[in-house]
Nanobody, 123 residues
């Protein structure tokens, strides 16, 4: 079971990035996938989550209206489209999978984690 997050980079405030979370060794059909982030000196924060089985989606208040989570079952990949980026969005972003299948932004509810991808938003 492996998750690989990619798509991070340096972007100016107001810009956009799309993160990808590719799964290997298992199919996403029975897992909920969450995106999390951790800024220096801060706790890991749940950004968004999608319940693969019924498509239920949750967002943190800080990203509502700016971030969109989606999935491509054929590619076994989940995406996080980030728009109107702010400096406070700067963090290492991680994707994780929960065998419960229930969308959650609680990091303790996740079973598998991928390595993070760094997003830096400059002013």
């Amino acid at each position: 079971v492996q998750l690989q997050a990619s798509g991070g980079g340096l972007v100016q405030a107001g810009g956009s990035l799309r993160l990808s979370c590719a799964a290997s060794g298992f199919t996403l059909d029975y897992y909920a996938i969450g995106w999390f982030r951790q800024a220096p000196g801060k706790e890991r924060e749940g950004v968004s989550s999608i319940s693969i089985s019924d498509g239920r989606i949750t967002y943190a208040d800080s990203v509502k209206g700016r971030f969109t989570i989606s999935r491509d079952n054929a590619k076994n990949t989940v995406y996080l489209q980030m728009t109107s980026l702010k400096r406070e969005d700067t963090a290492v972003y991680y994707c994780a999978a929960s065998s419960s299948g229930i969308a959650t932004r609680d990091p303790y509810g996740m079973d598998y984690w991928g390595k993070g991808t760094l997003v830096t938003v400059s002013s």
